[in-house]
């Protein structure tokens, strides 16, 4: 998706991931709105794709239609909510890092999908990965509507706050991390001997 719709829209299609932008002053605040509601809707269209490809036996399966969920007996909120963070800042700090200029071009779809499947490996035990608000709504959805499994306290209040919070923190990071320092004075100055040669008085002979 990075290499196909990238050129056009940006290829956000992660509403942390716009809000991480937007809040460091990258994306302006006034296409948010259209943003976050593509993106829902993207996911509500992807959970009817499940649904259509395998039927009601989706609803079945435990969480089924991939709706995220972490099991309160062994995991708390606190955890739930950090590693979801978390997962979601190391997302938000590689495309940062990837789309900056000073790296190489071409690799970006390469990185960012790379990392999302690293990422799934590490949080998905945990709590099924969300790292995504419109992921995590879309099979909700859906999900709820056939009267399978339903989890909207989680959603509201753990996977959207924390995504949205890791997307905040990593960008705000990636900005302190990565703006070239500028020296005080210049690195030049600072090393360079200065040419005392004119203060020398000449040696004469008698």
Known sequence: MVYTVGKVSGCHINPAVTFGLAV?????????PLYWASQVVGAIAGALAIWASFGDR??????????????????????????EALGTAILMFTILGIVDTRSPEGWAGLVIGLVVVAIIITVGPVTNASINPARGLGPLLISDLNGGFHNWTEQLFAYIPANLVGAGVAAFAYDLVATPRIGSPPIQAAVTEPDRADSYEPITTP
């Open 24 to 32: 460091t002053k990258r994306f302006p605040w006034r296409e948010v």
């Open 58 to 83: 989706i609803f079945d399966l435990g969480a089924g239609a991939g709706v995220v969920d972490f099991n309160g007996a062994v995991t708390s909120w606190g955890s739930a909510m950090f590693i």
